[in-house]
């Protein structure tokens, strides 16, 4: 690789997360690890040493002229930031139901007439494979802006086979092509496609014959996720669909209980999914299954807010033993945002975490619901370098000041991709 080492020196507090098993869930939820006066030697894109400054002065002190320094002095450094859950391949937009939405219509109603989802589906259907990499590079782009490294990423807007596998392979061209990495999720039950109303076991059985044998075939997925909602798939469609994805090696996940309880939290459980989404309307058992099966809760306040509905109840999930992830659920209809560091401060104020509970959520927990734990989500060495240098002092002041993007500086993979110094300093200060 050939980089200069790059040694982050002083910061006021080094977030490493470092250290205990993972996925985190109770109190291991608010142990940050934290160094003060921190200190990271990063080497060939990876995390060699983390501790404090005194101390990796003694043991790289001799190489110092060798290595890029930054001063990190009166600054927060975190782990990169991990989105485990996006549907960011998609074309067109949506502005217009937001404004039907605001003037009365639910979310259902409009995917009922059409909308929604069936729409966005039209647009990914009729767009080329550039047309929709270069629109998603660039929300890739603001990802990195806002901190994330990580990205998942879902199919869902073909539900034909073409479009499914092409949604997937400008998946791969990105991970490949952007310097985020980008996990890709199969969601061919991400509705009942028009053409399939009325038909619903036909559709569930053609994706179990067609669909996931040829995904799995091309190695386009890790992941197999489905809308178990009233309308969209049963308990018992989205049940085929997991347990077929899973003789072909993709894990499940399920879009669970957002707008209905639905026993979606149970079958998440049931099937062993490796994290339920949503989750709005999850009963008291199914967090109870969720907790003895250690199903991951990615919790998504950013949709909740955005659909005007009350958020998941990540407060009681967490003290009954799930553990919780979160995310920013970055899709045209129901989140139309890229931002994470929104989405810690919505899951204090509308879930009532702790800040350090949304940091471990946003890192290496979301790490775990996209299994790549043993990549990213923690300053550790072996671990990928992929930082996050904020403008801040500490961590509960990134969840306290929100709504503001406090990012200076991300690397990823130890090469520095975001930086910020300019823009924020573009002019000095005047002399009182
Ligand atoms: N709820 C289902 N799917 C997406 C929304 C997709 C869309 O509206 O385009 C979600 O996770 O919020
Ligand atoms: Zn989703």
Redesign the pocket.
């Known amino acids: 690789m050939n980089q200069r080492p790059v040694w982050i020196k002083h910061a006021a507090q080094l977030a490493t997360i470092a250290g205990g098993p993972a996925p985190r869930i109770r109190e291991g939820m608010s142990d940050l690890g934290i160094i003060e006066d921190g200190s990271v030697w990063i080497e060939e894109g990876e995390i060699r040493a983390a501790g404090t400054t005194a101390e990796l002065e003694k043991r790289y002190g001799s190489r110092a002229a060798e290595a890029e320094i930054i001063d990190a002095s009166g600054r927060l450094v975190t782990p990169g930031l991990v989105d485990p859950?996006t549907?960011i391949v998609?074309g067109g937009s949506?502005e217009k139901e937001f404004e039907m939405r605001l003037e009365g219509a639910t979310?259902m109603e409009i995917?009922e007439a059409g909308g929604?989802?069936h729409a966005?589906a039209r647009m990914t259907r009729e767009a080329t494979e550039e047309e929709l990499f270069e629109q998603s590079f660039r929300r890739l782009d603001s990802f990195l802006s806002h901190g994330v490294t990580t990205v998942e990423g879902k199919s869902?807007?073909g539900m034909d086979l073409e479009t499914e596998l092409k949604q997937l392979r400008v998946m791969k061209q990105l991970n490949e092509r952007h310097p985020a990495d980008l996990v890709p999720t199969f969601m061919g039950a991400?509705?009942v496609p028009l053409e399939w109303k009325g038909r619903e076991d036909e559709f569930v059985d053609l994706i179990i014959r067609d669909m996931l044998p040829k995904v799995a075939e091309e190695g386009l997925a890790a992941f197999n996720d489905v809308?178990c909602?009233v309308g969209?798939y049963t308990p018992g469609q989205s049940r085929r669909i997991l347990e077929a994805g899973k003789e072909h090696g993709l894990l499940p996940k399920i879009?669970a209980d957002?707008?209905e309880p639905y026993g979606g939290a149970e079958l998440a459980a049931e099937v062993g999914a490796i994290s339920a989404?949503?989750l709005l309307k999850a009963s008291d058992v199914g967090i109870r299954k969720m907790a003895e099966a250690g199903t991951i809760a990615c919790l998504?306040p950013a949709?909740a807010l955005y659909l005007r509905e009350e958020a998941a109840r990540g407060r009681d999930m967490i003290d009954a033993g799930v553990p919780v992830a979160v995310s920013t659920?970055c899709?045209?209809?129901?989140?139309p945002t890229t931002s994470m560091p929104l989405v810690m401060n919505l899951a204090c104020i509308s879930m009532r975490m702790t800040p350090a509970e949304a940091l471990v959520a946003a890192t290496l927990n979301a790490a775990c619901a996209i299994n790549m734990q043993d990549k990213v989500g923690s300053i550790e060495p072996g671990k990928q370098a992929d930082l996050v240098m904020w403008d801040i002092q500490n961590y509960q002041e990134l969840q306290y000041l929100f709504g503001v993007n406090h990012v200076m500086n991300v690397w990823k993979k130890g090469k520095l991709v975001i930086s910020k110094e300019g823009e924020i300093r573009t002019q000095s200060m005047p002399a009182y």
């Open positions: 859950h549907h998609y949506r979310y995917m929604g989802i966005t869902g807007y991400h509705a809308f909602e969209v879009h957002e707008i989404e949503h998504l949709t659920d899709n045209p209809g129901s989140s």
